[in-house]
């Protein structure tokens, strides 16, 4: 398969035990987070959270990067040519 996907029961667990924890919890401990294997110091970043979850960040940045061209698709065929 293109993308790989994996049985992931994260989201059904979190919203079990704290149902608004996506909306309340702010940018530390999110659940979408940035695909650096590294940060700038060099610590691991990326690795705890696969390891926790097997879920990719590339999904969701295929997810968003076609929601961006469908955007700019929609941005050009919504133009008005010759005053039509």
């Known amino acids: 398969k293109f993308i790989p996907e994996y049985q992931d ?8 035990t704290k149902p608004g924890y996506k909306w309340l919890n702010g940018v530390v401990g999110g659940t ?7 940060t700038v110091t ?7 959270i696969y390891n926790e979850t097997m879920i990719y960040s590339r999904h969701f940045t ?13 941005f ?9």
Not at 9 to 16: L, N, Q
């Open 9 to 16: 029961s994260y989201d059904s667990t979190i919203f079990a």
């Open 62 to 74: 295929f997810i968003f990067n076609t929601f961006v061209l469908l955007q700019i698709f929609n």
């Open 32 to 38: 979408v987070r940035s695909g650096r294997f590294y």
């Open 76 to 84: 050009l065929n919504s133009r008005k040519l010759h005053e039509e």
């Open 42 to 48: 060099g610590a691991e970043d990326y690795v705890s």
